[in-house]
């Protein structure tokens, strides 16, 4: 079973930035997809975007394209969310999540695609 820490959470002021990490552990496979997702309660989970481990297929989703960057260091079995130019809107609770690689296949990320999940970290935007 993968186990995902994440970190980098926080409060910052509307325009700025945060770099959220996910540490994993357990992989069994070399091959898989990483996924970030966000969500506000009562609201249903939104996938941001995805990244596969062995090719550079990524997806972002509208709401972030431009604003944030998924990448990833497999040697260290760390992936990240680089944030820029956050809102108010981009308030949630994130999570870092991994499943197999065609849970990453050039659409917005599903959560039913996605099999072991970090804890979440809050992220909050507001001046």
């Known amino acids: 079973q993968v186990q995902l820490v994440e970190s980098g959470g926080g409060w910052v002021q509307p325009g700025g930035s945060l770099r959220l990490s996910c540490q994993a552990s357990?992989?069994?496979?070399?091959?898989?997809?990483i996924g970030w997702f966000r969500q506000v309660p009562g609201q249903e989970r939104e996938g941001l975007s995805c990244?596969?481990?062995?090719?550079?297929?990524?997806y972002y989703a509208t709401s972030v394209k431009g604003r944030f960057t998924i990448s990833r260091a497999n040697a260290q079995n760390m992936m990240y969310l680089q944030m820029n130019s956050l809102k108010p809107e981009d308030s949630a609770v994130y999570y870092c999540?991994?499943?197999?690689?065609?849970?990453?296949?050039?659409?917005?990320?599903?959560?039913?695609?996605?099999?072991?999940w970090g804890q979440g970290t809050q992220v909050t935007v507001s001046s």
């Open positions: 999540a991994t499943g197999s690689r065609l849970a990453c296949n050039g659409r917005r990320p599903r959560s039913g695609d996605f099999d072991s």
């Open positions: 357990g992989f069994t496979s070399s091959s898989y997809a």
């Open positions: 990244i596969r481990s062995s090719d550079p297929t990524t």
